[in-house]
Structures are given as C-alpha cells and as structure tokens.
C-alpha cells in the first residue's frame, strides 16, 4: 500500500462538480493501492452511505465529511473524526438546509456563519486550503492580512484539529496562491497537507 492519503475528493453527488459516483473511486484508490480514502462533498453527505460500503468491501478505510458553504462566499471542508463529528457536521448541514428554505426566498445561497460554527466543531477536522477556500479568496486579493485573521478564526474554532492542504495542478495562478498559502502556513506554524482536490476516479471522467 502507498502511504499517500487522499483527504480531499468529491464524486457526483456533490452537483457540477464531481463526475464519478463513489464506487468508483473507491474502486481506483483501491486500485492504486491506498489504503484510506476521504469524500467531502458540497453541502451535504448524501454518498456517504454507499462510499462506506465501497471502503468496506475494497479493504480501505473510509474519511468522511463534507464542504461547508460560509456566509462569506468560501467554503469550508471538514472531515470527520469520531461520532460527535459526525452528528455536528449534520446539525451544521441541516442549519443550512433549513436556510436555503428562507434564502430561495431572497434569492441568497444557504451558508453557515462562524457563530454557527461554534458550538459544532468537536470531532471535526478542517482543511483550510482548497481553491473556493477561505485563504484562497485572501490570496486572490493579495490580502495577507485578511488571510491571517481567517486563520486565526479557525485556530480558535478547530485549536490543533486544522491544517491547510496545497495542490499543483499545472496552474500559473494556483502556483501563486500556492506561494502565498505556503508562507503563511509556515509563519502561523499551522500544519501544511497536499491534496489533489479530486473530482473524478479516472482521466476519461474529467470531461
């Protein structure tokens, strides 16, 4: 088995962005030999059941969480760490949910605010990269400042359970941010991960 740990995907149940159910990527970890696989997808845990079965029956351990939309237009990937991660995760989904309800009204997205955050984040474990990030927005602005408070908002939030994961995609622009990120993780002392944000099991899958 590799020692490599995806802790970053998404499969089709996460809407326009992912394109592979989660059987088959579990079918291609498996194949790669990894021996853990982690699926976090948009706004919900809706694969979760059938990604467990896949893990279970593939031999590998099943990481689940999800990406959580904020208030402030970024979002927030979690993944779970035990039981009352789990529970807190769907009471952080199910507040979103039932504000949809009153945001398709006033035609605004559903998100969770940091306050919601506060009480729901035992046994969750955070990843503050990802392009849609909150320190990936910073970082689009150049604003340092702004980043550095981001993290400090979700050091008190998350304490030692946060890290910030990279990805090379072969992007001019995300070399940039991943330059930015990178300093910024190592000035804070905060844990650096690589990830590979993925969204597909196999190459014909990304079109």
Do not use: W
């Not at 909150?134 to 008190?156: E, F, I, Q």
């Amino acid at each position: 088995m590799t020692d490599y740990v995806e802790l970053r995907c998404q499969s089709a149940f996460s809407f326009l962005r992912g394109a592979s159910l989660p059987e088959d990527l579990v079918d291609e970890a498996a194949h790669l030999g990894h021996g853990a696989l982690a699926l976090g997808d948009r706004d919900g845990v809706y694969g979760a059941p059938r990604f467990f079965r896949a893990a279970k029956d593939a031999g590998i351990r099943s990481l689940v969480g999800a990406e959580v939309v904020l208030d402030s237009g970024a979002a927030l990937y979690v993944l779970v760490e035990n039981r009352t991660g789990y529970k807190n995760l769907c009471r952080l989904l199910t507040q979103a949910k039932l504000r949809s309800q009153a945001a398709r009204r006033g035609k605004r997205d559903a998100a969770v605010s940091c306050d919601d955050l506060v009480p729901h984040t035992e046994g969750l474990y955070c990843l503050a990269g990802g392009d849609q990030g909150p320190l990936a927005l910073a970082a689009a602005r150049g604003n340092a400042t702004a980043a550095r408070n981001s993290v400090d908002k979700l050091r008190r939030l998350f304490g030692d359970r946060l890290a910030i994961d990279v990805q090379r995609h072969l992007d001019p622009a995300e070399e940039r941010r991943n330059r930015f990120i990178v300093d910024l993780a190592r000035s804070l002392h905060v844990p650096l991960v690589a990830t590979n944000d993925v969204r597909h099991a196999r190459r014909p899958g990304r079109s």
